[in-house]
């Protein structure tokens, strides 16, 4: 059977592992000067918090940018427990969107990202209950790894120690780069990790304090420093505020558009370890050029080329940049760091000559064995000349066949290569092996940390410049022009040469839904003879009911039906088995937001197929969008029939044709035309209607009334899917058409529910409680009120979660309230 494997890549900057070729491109000559000074620079800031949209972008800007140091973010998580604000993509989907959009804030703030294998499991009260889910040895020997492999002179955690203030995961975050600051000194702690990396001490901790409900005001005991961060960058031509502003609007999935502030501001650390200082808290960092033989001589020329500068016409810098360059070469030490500066110096050559150097392709995936038609494209508008061009893909090397290129002269190279048989399919690294808890099984020591896999595919291009050698690593890229957007890149991504696609991610053998499914097998060279069947069931359980080809599409699709085969949940894989051997059962998933790459992973061609004799209706259910969810495919799967509901649709006549109308998940947090015609709502209601409300954040709400009697939405929750559930089992929501009883509430996923009603007024209902572990009985996760002669509800239970999941228990409960 085939499955993805971790994608390795050759690439050439081998910086720790934060590890990717940043590829020469035009930029201002004052963008270049800058970072010309980061360069001379050597200090280092490890920021540590819990999730992406944690960390404080306008310090990280201020360092990056104000003091030109490296400043790296680790996030312990990928944020795959949050909501989605811009789509339906939840758990490692998020999780992916969520990565790239810190990728993105990085680039436009100017730090670096890592992160631990720790995974997101959702909300958590207190870092108890955090340590419970994850392994702490492992998270905390990543956080140790980051360290090590960075080198930060000082930390600066965004949370405190102290729990049951915050989200329990942001706490966690303190304590473990708290006991990762002591660790990583010493090599008795993670010594497997001393065959790549040494043991290395930060200087000191800090907690960058804060006050989120107004201005800070210092302890009296407390030592801290203040950097002012609101200053003007004449240089980058922004304000600190406006770069952090831009990369927290990165965050766009969990709604953090930020509107930049002006003036001065304040950022305050406060000293939790370390040595003490007396004025700044990098006293007593030395300055790493100092520190080597031939340092002190290499920041001398680094200084004697930012005095005289050419900004008019930065290809006269070159001459001073590459002797610097020699220097630097020459130096004995073998430090990571310096390796860095060599790479941040190559990129400040190449963009003073203003060189342009792309490796394209017209398709955006390929497969093991697939013969690539693609392009190299240099340009070179200065007068200094590059030569001696070689491109290198997959062994195979290619001469430019011109001798210079300069004064804006562009050269094409056509590059045909074949992706190897055994080459490794685009799999985000840590998604390789299978889910077993919360933390990600990433097996090789070296991938742990990195932001996203290295490139899939790319060439090696090597050229010189007035006789001193280069080699850069080129990514291949997906580029076309969109009629709105423009020029657009993508990553060239691997592929199965057969992938598999099915029509429900829940198959119902349940009165009045439709038991079939239609599995697709795609094919990227030509049909392939085989046989499809399923892990999971034998040949007497599942019926082929049809075959087709569509010759054009490559493709066949099957109609499957499947016969009862006893109560309960089972998971099924498909599986198509070519008449050579080989079995393949992958989907192929593809995420797509502008904001962001394009992310391709793949995961088994599973379902869930469950049988149960509940009792339904099969009728009309108006569906109202809200942030995105897969609720109505859910619905649809059992034999509802689903209509989404528009701007248009908003009278009581139009609205009466639904046994009941469910609104998505924060509806009333996005959708305008349903606030604004929330009296049709109520009148729905009033006239018999069933009125099923998800849940909505407290803030901010486009109505201040979403029922017909009051209620508020607070912020509580229940974090642990598995805590305890009490309930009133006579009430009518439970008790039928279908009877829902305890072990209905076993084998949910995430959480119970978040967003609970509380100030509830006494014409509802309040059937359920629930709690966290030590915490008091909340009897706000579902209420149900009469209105006139149609019932109202509102739910904070995770419905959103558990019906895609296809938890049976809460699947059987969601079908009560529709059938009400």
Known sequence: MLRPKVVQASLLVLFGFFGYFVQAQSIPSSRIYHQLLQVKETKRVLYVAAHPDDENTRLIAYLANGEHAEVAYLSLTRGDGGQNLIGKELGIELGQIRTQELIKARETDGGRQYFTRAMDFGYSKNPTETF?????????????????????????????????????????????????????????????????????????????????????????GKKYHVFEVGGYDPLLGETYHQ??????????????????????????????????????????????????????????????TISTFDFVQPDKNVEKLLKLRSSMLALSSQETWIREKIDKLDQVIFRSLGLEFEFNVRKETGFPGEEVKAELILNNP???????????????????????????????????????????????????????????????????????????????????????????????????????????????????????????????????????????????DQFL????????????????????????????????????????????????????????????????????????????????LIQADWKLSGEKIGYVPGAGDDVPGVLTALGYKVTMIGPEDYTVDYLSQFKAIV?????????????????????????????????????????????????????????????????????????????????????????????????????????????DPDEKPNNGSLIVGKYGQGSFVYTGISFFRQLPAGVPGAIKLFVNLIEQ
């Open 132 to 220: 419970q889910n994850w392994e702490k040895e492992k998270v905390l020997s990543d956080v140790v790894w980051a360290i090590r492999k960075f080198q930060p002179d000082i930390i600066i955690t965004r949370f405190n120690t102290i729990p049951g203030v915050t989200h329990g995961h942001h706490t966690t975050s303190a304590i473990l780069a708290g006991e990762a600051f002591e660790l990583a000194g010493k090599s008795d702690a993670f010594p497997e990790q001393l065959q790549w990396i040494k043991p290395w001490q930060a200087k000191r901790i800090f907690f960058n304090a804060y006050n989120f409900q107004g201005e800070f005001k210092p302890e009296e």
């Open 243 to 304: 770069i952090a502003a831009d990369s927290r609007t990165m965050h766009k999935s969990q709604g953090f558009g930020a509107t930049a502030g002006t003036g001065e501001a304040k950022d305050y650390i406060q000293l939790v370890a370390g040595e003490d200082y007396s004025g700044s808290p990098f006293d007593g960092v030395s300055d790493r050029w100092e520190g080597i033989m031939g340092g002190k001589e290499i920041k001398l020329q680094i200084e004697q």
């Open 382 to 524: 200065s007068r200094i000349g590059i030569s001696q061009i070689n491109f290198e893909v997959n062994g195979q090397n290619l001469q430019s066949g011109v001798n210079e290129i300069k004064e804006n002269k562009t050269v094409s190279i056509p590059v045909s290569f074949t992706i190897p048989e055994d080459a490794v399919y685009s799999q985000p690294y840590w998604l390789e092996n299978a889910i077993d808890g919360a933390v990600y099984q990433v097996n090789d020591q070296v991938q742990i940390g990195k932001p996203f896999n290295d490139v899939t595919t790319s060439g090696n291009l090597t050229f010189s410049i007035e006789n001193h050698k280069f080699k850069a690593n080129v990514p291949l890229r997906y580029k076309f022009n969109d009629q709105v957007d423009g020029e657009v890149k993508q990553p060239f991504t691997i592929v199965p040469e057969v992938d598999l696609s099915v029509s429900k991610e829940n198959v119902f053998l349940v009165s009045g839904a439709d038991p079939t499914l239609t599995v697709t097998v795609h094919f990227r």
């Open 529 to 608: 003879e085989g046989n499809l069947d399923f892990e999971g069931l034998d040949t007497t359980q599942f019926k082929i009911l049809s075959i087709e080809d569509v010759v054009f599409q490559k493709k066949r699709i099957y109609q499957v039906g499947f016969l009862p085969n006893g109560n309960g949940k089972k998971t099924i894989t498909a599986r198509f088995t070519t008449a050579q051997g080989k079995s393949y059962d992958q989907l192929i998933k593809q995420i797509s937001y502008k904001h962001i790459p394009n992310l391709t992973y793949f995961s088994p061609a599973s379902f869930n």
């Open 663 to 771: 609104v998505g998940i924060r509806a009333y947090n996005t959708n305008e035309d349903l606030s604004s015609n929330q009296q049709a709502m109520m009148g729905y209601v009033r006239s018999g209607g069933n009125l099923i409300i998800q849940y909505n954040t407290s803030s901010p709400l486009l109505t201040s009334q979403l029922g017909p009697y009051p209620f508020t939405i607070g912020r509580d929750r229940v974090a642990v899917q598995g805590s305890p559930v009490t309930a009133d089992w006579a009430s009518p929501v439970l008790a039928g058409p279908n009877k829902v009883t305890q072990v209905d509430f076993e084998g949910w996923v995430q959480e119970r529910g978040l967003y609970f009603a509380t100030a509830i007024d006494s014409s509802y209902q309040t059937p359920l409680i629930m709690q």
